[in-house]
């Protein structure tokens, strides 16, 4: 595990800083990177990540859009996982995005969803008015999507089934509905391997929301993640409730991890606010020092 220079670990919610979890429609956000990037400067933001899931093919657009703005960016992406029966989404910020075990991870992941969302579809055909051209339908950018439920909960709601895409994954989209297909993952302990092997940074987001899992990352799977190289923990996050971010800090300062918040912004796909948690300036400039690209300006 690398050691941090002149870290100070955070104890409290940022007021000002970065937002370094945000989707767009590379994956299940509604809106395209360069209005990320026009929302965040808007709000202002000291700078953005882009974190679409299991993809790189927002960066370039993100790119575009930061440097209209005059807003620095981290190239990140949220990595599906799995580590003992509990589902983990992980983020990895300013990695090789050429290296080979990244590219397969995310070529294998990606196709496991597309197989394991048309098999949701044609479940939920039965009951419901969807087909797979329906759910293709809210796909905006073609193949370089990462397709996934958010596509068929806006086939749903387009099809006036429910009013918004929080009330589809309250029912037919929720992971305990008779639908519901697990998505195959990689491990946690891959995903750590593949990211530190392309010079990036890793953490694990909203590590502590009970309502994504019933069962959290204990603090031994947290640890044996922290001895393989893990470099921090998503704190600040509307999921994690106070006597977790509690737990974590605790976590963060036993094993010297850096402390990120992100809003897991989704444009109008969530209720989330762009901006609604943040990672403080001291702790980007970490994420910059350890990952292999620069940080783009």
Known sequence: MERMTGYEMPVAPPQIGWDIHCHTVFSDGTETPAVLAEQCKVRGLKGVAISDHDTTAGWSDAEVGAREVGLPLLRGTEITATDQGVSVHMLGFQYDPESPHIVDLFASTRAARLRRTQRMVELMSRDYPISWESVLAQVKEGGKTTIGRPHIADALVSAGVYRNRSEAFS?????????????PSPTTHEVVAAVKEAGGVILVAHAADLSRNRRLLSDEQIA???????????????????????????????????VTGGSDWHGKGKPNLLGENLTDEATVAEIVRRGVLPLYR
């Open 171 to 183: 029912d037919a989209v929720n992971s305990s509905s008779k639908y519901y297909i697990p998505t």
């Open 224 to 258: 044996a993640l922290a001895n393989e190289g893990l470099d921090g923990l998503e704190v600040w996050h509307r999921g994690n409730p106070p006597e977790q971010r509690k737990r974590l800090l605790g976590l963060c300062r036993r094993f010297r991890l850096l």
